[in-house]
């Protein structure tokens, strides 16, 4: 198993079928998908399909939305990455919410970033956020990252983040 950054406190690392039980309990959690796509909690079905993408993407191409795991404990807390399902590359994250509030989103964000830049050398990485997802944002503009764009998903407006030198005309 590939561990890709260690930072202070937390291991991006590749996942494992042994994560399958805890990454189904965290999307299953209705406040933790409250903000993504539809809002709806997700059935263990996403959670193995979720498993088989990621693990191929792993075993191909490498870089993915890396597994983040708790260093200090070896829990798995969620993931942080690139996708690019949507047709561009697309840096996202999810936590379980016992893990909120402690800085650990950012910590893996930056830690996730250096690596698909220096890494894998990925180039044009955007992100995107409902308005609403504050904390999201948050992280977001802590990486650097500035508003290139805007756009909506099951009727919620949402704003759509890259860095400027890589995106002067906007997405
Ligand atoms: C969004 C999420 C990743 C934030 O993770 P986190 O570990 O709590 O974030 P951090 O502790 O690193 O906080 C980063 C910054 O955002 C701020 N922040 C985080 N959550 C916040 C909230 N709910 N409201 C306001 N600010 C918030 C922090 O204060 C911090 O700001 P600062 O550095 O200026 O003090 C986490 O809440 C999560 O997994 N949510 C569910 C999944 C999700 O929404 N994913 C994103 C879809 S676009």
């Avoid at 404990?73 to 994250?93: A, E, N």
């Avoid at 650990?104 to 308005?131: D, M, P, R």
């Amino acid at each position: 198993m590939k561990i890709h950054a260690r930072t202070e406190r937390l291991i991006l690392r590749d996942w494992t079928s042994d994560d399958l039980d805890d990454y189904a309990a965290i999307v299953a959690d209705p406040e933790v998908i409250a903000h993504i796509g539809d809002g709806e909690p997700r059935a263990r079905s996403y959670a193995v399909d979720f498993l088989a993408t990621v693990t191929e993407q792993q075993a191909t191409r490498g870089w993915t939305r890396f597994a983040v795991e708790h260093a200090k404990t070896g829990h798995l807390m969620g993931f942080c990455g690139v996708d690019d399902k949507i047709g561009r590359l697309d840096f996202g994250w999810r936590y379980g919410k016992e893990f909120w509030g402690a800085g650990y989103g950012y910590e893996a964000a930056a830690a996730a970033l250096w690596v698909c830049q220096n890494v894998f050398h990925l180039t044009h990485i955007t992100s995107k956020s409902y308005l609403e997802n504050v904390g999201s944002i948050r992280i977001i503009e802590k990486m650097g990252m500035v508003k290139i764009g805007e756009g909506a998903a099951f009727g919620r407006p949402l704003a759509i983040y890259g860095f400027k030198n890589e995106w002067p005309e906007g997405v």
